[in-house]
């Protein structure tokens, strides 16, 4: 059980670092902030535990604006695909599920000034 947990910790590590690799070294990658590495149009990936069998490994693609979900198993090292979404649409909305005032009110509100 120690030997899966600790394959998954490498392999995650290993899918991090793939996708997170700019090929100019690690160092030079961590160095810089999230925000710099969105700007650059670089992948950003984020690891979490979901409950003490389960990891989620989520990486995002600011060009292409596609966020991926992966939820990694512990106990077998297995890695499964949870979703893949294209947030381009989902970033030209102007509101959804928003408490009043929502902002075409506000924005309503604003311009009767």
């Not at 030997?3 to 991090?16: K, S």
């Not at 966020?67 to 695909?81: A, C, K, N, P, Q």
Request: hydrophobic share 40%; net charge neutral.
């Amino acid at each position: 059980m120690k030997n899966v947990a600790f394959g998954l910790t490498i392999v995650a590590g290993l899918v991090v670092g793939l996708v997170c690799s700019d090929g100019t070294g690690g160092l030079a990658w961590a160095q810089r902030s999230p925000l710099e590495r969105a700007a650059a149009g670089e992948l950003l990936a984020f690891m979490s535990d979901l409950d003490e069998h389960r990891q989620q490994l989520t990486v995002l693609d600011p060009r292409l604006r596609v966020v991926s979900v992966y939820h990694l198993d512990r106990g077998t090292g297995e890695i499964g695909l949870r979703s893949v979404r294209n947030l381009n649409w989902d970033l030209q909305m102007m509101e959804y599920n928003n408490a009043k005032p929502r902002p075409t009110e506000i924005q309503r509100l604003v311009e009767q000034r």
